[in-house]
């Protein structure tokens, strides 16, 4: 069986006494509902009392506890556009009541309050660019700070799951604050832009036997000219060493709560998906599910999936009903993804979408109940 799962914010369901209706219509077996998620401008086409929720930076959706907080330098706010003192457990319970599981979206390293707040944990390209939105893993402040969101998180709420989004380092891409990139570097320009070179991805560098200033440079003749990096297996090694231990720690705190990962089969991608390999460590815990994103609706995006199954995972996969993809295709987009062994597929987004993308959403839920 195909399990299905749409993704909301908590002020999709918050003063919408028909989120819930819609969301049974639909025949969810869960919501995935942001508790801790980055600055973003939401539309809301179905809520009754707003149109444009503007959540001015990351938050969690929880009380924030002064006794679990105190004294560290990275810590969550609360989100002061919010009137209820505690959205996620609010919204969290309104689903249940109708039956629905809910599974807890928690977003990481993604936080430009924190990265303007305290740069130097921030990630820096090779030209001493700071990406203030991303959040270094290199760092064991930022996997501290990440393994006690995801915990404090789904704190005395009954949630079936945890989703974790940017479990891992982030890189050039920035889709916000009118972002102005598109199109100004090749793929492997951006590949390069993406590789973080602060002091504590230098070190890791060193600890392989890489001299850090050699392989500074040698990324910035790559983005200038498409020169080679040697030893480029050092950098991409680092970034998962890394990656791994910041998710071990996130697991472990999460005491045993499902888990499943935003993730990409390929080992340099940086983003909400970072790239991702099984734990090196034995008998280390592993994601139960990880979530590929397939809102391309290509066959690469497809093959992914069935790479990701052939090796033994069990994958869900990511799609959308919104821009840039077209509603025609996703219907015959996921009858391919189920093919090549998505056991589940998650919708983006139940309060993003207006009322005639819902008949998408329909249409998908159609599919996977003849599936």
Known sequence: MVTLSGHAYCWDVLGDPAFVDRAVDLGLDSVTLAAAYHSVRAATPLHPRHQVIEARYAALYRLVRQSVWQGRRLRPLEPAWMADPDPFRTAAHALTARGLEVVAWVVLTHNTRLGEEHPDVAVVNCFGDRYAYALCPSWEEVRDYAALLAAEAVRDVAVSMVSLESCGQLGVVHA????????????????????????????????????????????????????????????????????????????????????????????????????????????????????????????????????????????????????????????????????????????????????????????????????
């Open 176 to 371: 916000g604050h009118h972002d102005k990139t598109a199109g100004a570097w090749t793929d492997a320009a951006q590949r390069w832009l993406s590789v973080c070179c602060c002091p504590a991805c230098r070190r890791n560098w060193s600890r392989f036997g890489a001299d850090p200033d050699r392989m500074v440079a040698q990324l910035r003749a790559a983005v200038r000219s498409g020169m080679p990096v040697d030893n480029a297996d050092v950098i991409v090694e680092a970034r998962l060493q890394a990656t791994e231990t910041m998710r071990s720690q996130c697991l472990d705190a999460l005491d045993g709560t499902a888990v499943i990962l935003h993730a990409s089969g390929d080992r340099w991608a940086t983003g909400p998906s970072p790239g991702y390999r099984p734990p090196s460590t034995p008998h280390a815990r592993r994601p139960d599910r990880l979530l590929l994103n397939a809102w391309s609706t290509t066959p690469e995006a497809v093959d992914a999936v069935a790479s990701a199954f052939r090796d033994g995972d069990t994958v869900h996969a990511y799609v959308t009903a919104l821009p840039p993809a077209h509603g025609e295709d996703l219907p015959g987009h996921v009858r391919a993804l189920v093919a090549a062994g998505a056991s589940g597929i998650n919708l983006y987004h139940l309060g993003l979408a207006p009322a005639w993308r819902q008949r998408t959403l329909h249409e998908v839920s159609t599919i996977l109940e003849k599936s």
